[in-house]
C-alpha cells in the first residue's frame, strides 16, 4: 500500500512539474507557407549569452514578455512549443534581420544544437540553413521545444523589443524557395538598375545634360542592393564582418539621405527651377543643403560607429527611429515635400507644353501604380506573407526602374527642346544675316573672279616658264610626262637642258602647293639656268649642289635658322654618245625597268634648301649604260600619296610598280598610272601636284 502511494505521488508530482515546463500553448504548424509566430507563444529567457548549456536553459525560469531592453545589446533567448501536423518533417524558421543565431530543439528524436552561427563570418549556405533561414527536423503530430538565441548587437533601433525577435515559421521547402526568389529577384533588379547607370554615365560624358544625377541616382542604388543591408552580397562576401556600419540597417541613414539629394538636384535641373522659379529654387537649395549637411553628419557617424544610443538603451531606450541625430522619418519629410513641389511644377509645366515635364509627370504616376497591384496581390493570396512580397517586390522595383527610365526620356526630351529653341534662335539669326550675307556675297564673288583671274594669268606666266620637250632633239626614243597642278597653279616643275653631247632632265617637288609653290618653281627653274650656265650637265650631284647653293643665297638664308622653302628634287643626265646615264637625287628616286623587272635607285635622303649647310655637299650617283631594253620613270610624291579606295588609304608605290611592270612600252606605262590614279581618287580630294615621266634613252 505505502509502495502505491508512492508511486502516485511521484506521478502526480512529474505531472505538475511536466505541466509547468509545457503550460506555454504550442503554435500549430497548419500551413506549409510561412507564418508569423504570435508573440503569445513565446517566453524570454534574459541575462544568459550564446554560451549558456542546454540544462541550464530547461532548469531556469521564463518570462512571457522581454523586460529589459539592454537584453536586446547584450542577448536574450526566447522558448516556444510547435506542433507539426504537416506532411513533412523538414520545417523552415525565418528570422528578420538577425546576424548571430544558436539554437537548441528537443522533441522525440531527443535535443538537437545547432552551431553559433556569425553573419559575415560563417559560411551563408549549409546544409541546415541559409543565413538566419533554419531547417528544423520536427515529427509529424508531435510537440517540439525549440531555444533560439536573438542579440542585436549593436542594436539598429528602428526594431523595437517585440519586433526584433518576430519568427515565420512553415515548410523548408517554402523558406528556400522564399530565398531563391530573393535572390533572383534582387538580381534581376539591380543588373538593369546598374546597367542603366552606366549608360546614363556614358551619354552624359557625351551630350552632358542632366544624366550625370540619374546615372549617379542608379549607381548608388545598386551599390545598396548589392553591399546594403540585404545586399546580394553582404553575406556572401562577408561585407558584414568587414564594413558592418555600412551593411547594417544603420547604413540606411547614410544612403537615403544622399538619394534624396541626388534626386533633389536633378528635379531643381530638369525643371529649371532656377530659371523659371526663383523663389522656388530658394526652397529647393535649401532642402539640398539639409541633405548636405545630413549625409555629412550622418558620414561621421557611421566613422564612429558603433555610438553609444546603439549600445546603451538603458540611456537612450528603444524608440523604433533608427539611429543618428536626424531620424530616417525627419528626412524623408523635406524630399516629400519637394516632391510634391516637383509634381505640381511638371504638371503646370506640361499643361503649357513642355513635353520633357510630361515625362517627369508619368514618371512621377509609375509608384503609385504599385497601390492597385499591391492591393490585388493581397487578395489573392490572402495577406502579407511571403508569396506577396515575393510578387509585389519585384514589381514594386520594376515599377521603381521604369521611372528612372522615363526620367531619362525627360532629360533626353528636355535636350532636345533646348536643341530646338537653339535652331529656332539660329534660323531667326540667319533671316537677319541673309540679308548682309547676300550683299557681301555679290561683292566677294567679284573680289574672287579678279583674284582668280590672277591666279590664271600666273598659271599662264608658270606654263611659259616649263620648258617645252622634243623628244626627238634632246635624244629621247620614248617619252611620255603628266605635269597636273592640284590648283590652278602648282608647286612640281621640271627643266631641261642640253650641253655638249649631254642632256639634263630634272623633276623637282618644291616646297607647298598653289601660289607659294609657284613661287618656288620660278625661283628654281631660273636658278637651273643659271647653274647650266656655270657648270656642264654631266654631273647630276654637282647640279644639286650648285642648286643648293644658289637657294641660299637667294632666299637669303640665316646661319643655324630653319625655314618652310626648299625642294626635293631628281636629275637625270644621259649621253648617247657616251652610251651613259647618271642620277642622283635629293629625296626622289629613279626607276629602271629592265625587260620584266623594275629596279628602284634611291637618291639620298636630304632635301634641297630649307637651312643653310656647308657645302660642296656629296650625293650619291647611279650610273647606268644605255640599254636599249630599258625605260625609266621618275615621278613625285603626289602619285603615291593620293588617298582613295574604300578604306581611304594611299595609292602606294607597289601600285605604281606594277603598272610599270604590265605595260609593254612607256607611254601606256604612264597612261595607264595616271587612270587609274584617278580612279582610285574617284570622290576624294587631290592631295598634292602630280608629276609623272617616262623615258627610253
Not at 629621247?476 to 597653279?489: G, H, L, S, T
Not at 625642294?567 to 649621253?575: H, Y
Request: glycine share 6%; aromatic share 14%.
Amino acid at each position: 500500500m505505502k509502495i502505491f502511494k508512492f508511486t502516485l505521488y511521484l506521478l502526480i508530482f512529474l505531472f505538475l512539474i511536466s505541466s509547468k515546463s509545457f503550460s506555454q500553448e504550442p503554435y500549430i504548424i497548419t500551413s506549409e507557407s510561412l507564418e508569423i509566430i504570435p508573440n503569445k507563444h513565446l517566453s524570454f529567457l534574459e541575462g544568459f549569452d550564446e554560451t549558456v548549456s542546454f540544462e541550464v536553459l530547461e532548469s531556469v525560469e521564463w518570462s512571457d514578455r522581454l523586460l529589459d531592453a539592454q537584453s536586446m545589446v547584450d542577448g536574450y533567448w526566447v522558448r516556444f512549443v510547435v506542433k507539426n501536423i504537416l506532411k513533412t518533417d523538414k520545417i523552415g524558421l525565418s528570422h528578420n534581420f538577425n546576424y548571430e543565431k544558436k539554437i537548441f530543439i528537443k522533441n522525440s528524436l531527443g535535443v538537437d544544437e545547432f552551431s553559433y552561427w556569425r553573419a559575415g563570418i560563417d559560411k551563408h549556405f549549409e546544409e541546415t540553413h541559409i543565413g538566419s533561414e533554419f531547417r528544423i527536423n520536427i515529427p509529424k503530430n508531435e510537440k517540439t521545444i525549440i531555444y533560439n538565441f536573438f542579440r542585436n548587437y549593436p542594436v539598429d533601433r528602428f526594431n523595437s523589443m517585440d519586433n526584433y525577435h518576430r519568427m515565420m515559421i512553415g515548410s523548408w521547402e517554402s523558406v528556400r524557395n522564399k530565398e531563391f526568389f530573393r535572390l533572383i529577384g534582387k538580381t534581376i533588379f539591380i543588373a538593369p538598375v546598374f546597367l542603366f547607370g552606366i549608360y546614363y554615365f556614358f551619354v552624359y560624358l557625351i551630350s552632358k545634360g542632366n544624366y550625370i544625377w540619374l546615372s549617379l541616382a542608379l549607381l548608388l542604388i545598386s551599390f545598396h542592393e548589392v553591399f546594403g543591408v540585404t545586399g546580394l552580397l553582404t553575406n556572401h562576401l562577408g561585407i558584414y564582418s568587414f564594413f558592418p556600419s555600412i551593411a547594417s540597417v544603420s547604413g540606411m541613414i547614410f544612403f537615403v539621405p544622399l538619394l534624396f539629394l541626388i534626386l533633389s538636384q536633378f528635379f531643381r535641373k530638369t525643371l529649371k527651377i532656377k530659371e523659371k522659379f526663383p523663389k522656388l529654387n530658394k526652397i529647393y537649395l535649401g532642402i539640398i543643403w539639409f541633405y548636405i549637411i545630413v549625409v555629412l553628419i550622418n558620414f561621421i557617424l557611421l566613422l564612429n560607429w558603433p555610438n553609444e544610443e546603439q549600445i546603451n538603451l538603458v540611456k537612450y531606450p528603444p524608440d523604433n527611429l533608427g539611429p543618428g541625430v536626424i531620424k530616417l522619418h525627419q528626412f524623408i519629410i523635406p524630399f516629400f515635400i519637394l516632391l510634391l513641389i516637383s509634381i505640381i511644377v511638371a504638371f503646370l509645366s506640361w499643361r503649357k507644353g513642355s513635353s520633357a515635364s510630361g515625362y517627369l509627370c508619368l514618371s512621377f504616376l509609375l509608384p503609385f501604380l504599385s497601390i492597385p497591384v499591391a492591393a490585388t496581390t493581397y487578395l489573392i493570396f490572402d495577406g502579407f506573407n511571403w508569396h506577396f512580397w515575393s510578387i509585389i517586390q519585384p514589381i514594386v522595383g520594376f515599377l521603381f526602374l521604369g521611372m528612372f527610365v522615363t526620367f531619362g526620356f525627360s532629360v533626353a526630351q528636355g535636350m532636345n527642346d533646348l536643341k530646338q529653341e537653339f535652331i529656332d534662335r539660329q534660323i531667326e539669326l540667319n533671316n537677319e544675316l541673309e540679308s548682309k550675307v547676300n550683299a557681301r556675297t555679290a561683292d566677294l564673288t567679284k573680289a574672287n573672279l579678279m583674284i582668280t583671274d590672277s591666279i590664271n594669268s600666273a598659271s599662264a606666266i608658270q606654263n611659259a616658264i616649263l620648258p617645252e620637250i622634243n623628244a626627238d632633239s634632246h635624244g629621247f626614243k620614248e617619252f611620255k610626262y603628266v605635269w597636273e597642278p592640284r590648283d590652278i597653279v602648282g608647286g612640281d616643275f621640271y627643266w631641261i637642258g642640253q650641253k655638249e653631247s649631254w642632256t639634263s632632265l630634272i623633276v623637282a617637288d618644291c616646297t607647298g602647293h598653289g601660289i607659294p609653290g609657284a613661287f618656288m618653281t620660278l625661283i628654281s627653274s631660273t636658278l637651273l639656268d643659271r647653274v647650266a650656265n656655270l657648270s656642264d650637265l654631266s654631273q647630276p650631284d654637282r647640279i644639286l649642289d650648285q642648286l643648293d647653293e644658289l637657294l641660299e643665297s637667294t632666299l637669303k638664308y640665316r646661319e643655324g635658322g630653319n625655314t618652310n622653302f626648299g625642294l626635293d628634287c631628281g636629275i637625270i643626265c644621259f649621253s648617247q654618245k657616251h652610251n651613259l646615264l647618271r642620277y642622283a637625287g635629293a629625296k626622289t628616286n629613279l626607276y629602271q625597268k629592265l625587260d620584266e623587272e623594275v629596279v628602284e635607285i634611291k637618291g639620298d635622303k636630304k632635301s634641297l634648301g630649307y637651312e643653310r649647310k656647308e657645302h660642296p655637299i656629296k650625293f650619291k650617283v647611279s650610273e647606268f649604260g644605255l640599254d636599249q631594253n630599258s625605260s625609266f620613270f621618275i615621278f613625285s610624291d603626289g602619285v603615291t600619296d593620293q588617298v582613295g579606295g574604300e578604306k581611304k588609304l594611299m595609292y602606294g608605290k607597289k601600285r605604281v610598280i606594277a603598272h610599270i611592270k604590265e605595260a609593254v612600252d612607256v607611254r601606256s606605262a604612264v597612261n595607264n598610272i595616271v587612270a587609274d590614279i584617278n580612279q582610285y581618287q574617284a570622290g576624294h580630294k587631290r592631295r598634292d601636284d602630280l608629276t609623272l615621266f617616262g623615258f627610253a634613252v
